[in-house]
């Protein structure tokens, strides 16, 4: 089982516990699931947030069960420079949230780095959001992802893969179905913040869009990682659908695409 | 045993034309993790022909006798909760009294007027007297007014907890949305509010925290919307705590606060 989305390190705005790496594995140990894409959590709200990436990769390197999901601020001098390097040290994918960084999300630097994240076959990940809205703290007003930018990433380059965490139905279908179906097999979808049942909206979603849409995502420490794992097994899924969600998926975007533009 | 003190159904008279699906779904998913009751309310006709958090008379009349039929259709799975509109108070004092004769287990009350509100009093008497516990819709932490109800924190509950210390509140969904941090600050000196574990929020330390602001004796498992976050804050508690005080939040404090025999 592979979780898309995790992180190590403190939250600024509350107390959170089990943010250590050895945390993070025993809460994994305990659901079951096997790989984690991880990222630094404090350096989401870093004004450079590639200065949380050496101890990210440092600590992933001690387990073979952390894949390291580098950041990245593709508005600040020679970004480019953190890309290669999140390639070079085998990064599974790169991140940048928009709204955290102060940039327009669908903005040029924003574009232009879907295109090289592209141009280098590595997926590319953002939150919607790492909370609920109604709970956030006063000063927290960074402003959550649109669903237009995420359309607005998959036309920009036809190689590019993102991953989107911490959306719910309504976002999902927005984008989805907004988009052509070839843009649409090129976004991936984390479970994290799906409802289940009685209004069965992950249901729903398999059923109009395919189990090839979506990844096993918790967004723990942040947020209890037995959430997806409960969610899935509410489901009546076919053990195909269910190893693509909880594993294939993730694996297929963890190998480095080469497609040419 | 498990019971989910927060609940909802629907019935014909909603907006849902897939109210019966999503009925079904609720006890189908309390199947397969193990509900043994589902105490339920039904907000009126859930926004269709009056607002749901400023449900009219008529439409709650109609909510409680649905929800009465689903629990005789359902006897050994579904409890209810009158719910009432407190602006209305006639039509409030008679429900109660109805829904108490024909078996209801407690009272709901949304975000028709604020916790605090005197309007609320005659109703906690009822409850008092009739001995059922009041389940109230909370939003934690207000800080501003928010559209479709008169929404009410924690701290407006307690001030109306310690004008009725012979009423058990529950105060509803901590992951329902707003600052938990704020409501745990609140509830810790009021022995007769309990908190509903409820909501789609699973956020990492909040279960922790809830049980350090009321110990386990004052927490109640709930599901509200989404089953599956439920269940996961229940795997999650299960991991946490001791068989015994899981067990209370589980079940043993609601049989506890709940009539006697409710769960019987």
């Known amino acids: ?129 790492l909370e609920d809205g109604r709970g956030r703290h006063p000063l927290d007003a960074a402003p959550e992802l649109p669903p237009s930018a995420v359309r607005a990433w998959l036309r920009q380059d036809a190689r590019a893969r993102i991953v989107v965490t911490h959306a719910d139905r309504g976002f999902i279908e927005e984008v989805h179905f907004g988009s052509t179906p070839a843009e649409a097999s090129r976004v991936w979808w984390d479970v994290s913040w799906v409802w289940g049942p009685p209004d069965d909206h992950l249901e729903l979603l398999l059923a109009t869009m395919g189990a090839t849409r979506f990844l096993f995502g918790s967004g723990q420490p942040l947020r209890i990682p037995e959430t997806p794992a409960a969610r899935l097994e509410l489901l009546d899924l076919a053990p195909a659908d269910r190893e693509s969600i909880v594993t294939g998926n993730a694996q297929q975007l963890s190998i480095r695409s080469t497609t040419p533009a | 045993m498990l019971v989910d003190v927060h609940a909802h159904f629907y019935h014909d008279r909603t907006s849902r034309s897939d109210w019966r699906e999503r009925n079904a779904s609720r006890l189908a998913a309390g199947e397969t993790i193990g509900i043994s009751w589902h105490v339920a309310s039904i907000l009126g006709s859930w926004g269709f022909s009056s607002p749901t958090y400023f ?62 509100d005197p309007l609320l009093d005659p109703v906690c008497a009822a409850a008092e007297r009739l001995g059922l516990p009041v389940l109230h819709h909370i939003w934690q932490h207000r800080r501003r007014e928010w559209p479709g109800q008169e929404a ?43 908190l509903d574990l409820s909501g789609s929020g699973v956020d990492g330390g909040m279960l922790e925290g809830a049980i350090a602001a009321v110990g386990v004796e004052r927490l109640l498992w709930g599901a509200d919307v989404t089953l599956c976050t439920g269940w996961a804050k229940l795997r999650y508690l299960e991991r946490l705590l001791p068989a015994a005080d899981l067990a209370l939040i589980a079940s043993g404090n609601a049989v506890r606060i709940f009539p006697p025999g409710a769960f019987s």
Not at chain 1, 26 to 37: P, Y
Not at chain 2, 164 to 192: C, E, K, Q, Y
């Open chain 1, 1 to 129: 089982m592979i979780d898309v989305n995790v992180f190590f390190g403190s939250y600024p705005w509350r107390r959170v516990p089990g943010t250590s790496p050895e945390a993070v594995l025993a809460a994994m140990d305990r659901v079951g699931i096997t790989t984690a894409w991880v990222s630094h959590l404090p350096s989401l709200f870093w004004k450079d947030p590639a200065e949380g990436n050496g101890w990210l990769y440092e600590t992933a390197a001690k387990s073979p069960r952390f894949k390291a999901v580098a950041a990245m601020h593709p508005g600040l001098p020679h970004w480019e420079d953190d890309l290669r390097e999140a390639v070079d040290r085998g990064a599974v994918a790169v991140r940048a949230d928009p709204g955290f960084l102060g940039l327009a999300p669908a903005g040029g630097e924003m574009l232009r780095l879907v295109s090289a994240a592209a141009a280098a076959g590595i997926p590319l990940v953002s939150a919607v959001r």
């Open chain 2, 152 to 194: 009410s924190d924690a701290v407006e509950l307690c001030r109306l907890a310690v004008r009725h210390p012979r009423v058990d509140f529950i105060l509803a969904h901590i992951g329902g949305g707003g600052d938990w941090l704020h409501t745990l600050r609140a509830v810790r000196t009021h022995p007769n509010v309990y």
């Open chain 2, 55 to 116: 449900p009219s008379a008529t439409d709650l009349s109609y909510a409680n006798e649905q929800l009465r039929l689903l629990s005789l259709e359902h006897p050994g799975r579904i409890r209810g909760y009158v719910a009432v509109n407190p602006n209305v108070t006639g039509h409030a004092l008679s429900e109660i009294e109805r829904g108490a004769e024909s078996g209801m287990i407690g009272v709901k009350l949304a975000a028709s007027r604020r916790a605090d």
